[in-house]
């Protein structure tokens, strides 16, 4: 599942995709590939009502 998590960053940070969901019990494996990326501040997390995690890629990193 790890490298299918890398797999899926790289597509949203390519734009291949727009949004990248991610259900609440794949977050924490999830969260633990993904800051270990050094873009990681680009990386923006939208939490919705049920634990569901919409992910999208910034140009600018977060602050």
């Known amino acids: 599942m790890q490298e299918s998590y890398e797999e899926k960053l ?6 291949d995709i727009k949004e990248l969901v991610i259900e609440k019990n794949e977050f924490i494996a999830f969260r633990s590939i993904l ?7 680009h990386f923006s997390g939208n939490a919705k009502q049920g634990g569901q995690v919409i ?9």
Do not use: I
């Open 10 to 15: 790289n597509m949203l940070q390519n734009r």
């Open 35 to 41: 800051v270990l990326r050094e873009d990681f501040k």
């Open 55 to 63: 992910y999208t890629y910034l140009d600018t990193p977060r602050s």
